[in-house]
């Protein structure tokens, strides 16, 4: 699947390149940098502020 990371940049992930879920959708987020890589904690306000864009956005 085609995911835009932080930059913009087009970067593919494929599912069966990983174990489970856990880890395919940990990869996802790091990519969006919405984890923090150092830290493995997640930054939930930039969580907060992408759904918010995106329900206001659909609307």
Known sequence: ????NAEGKLV???RYDYK???IYYKKILQ???LINNDAKEFNYSKILIQNIILTDSAK
């Open 12 to 14: 593919e992930i494929n």
């Open 31 to 33: 990519l969006k940098n």
């Open 1 to 4: 699947m085609l995911f835009r």
């Open 20 to 22: 489970n879920d856990h």
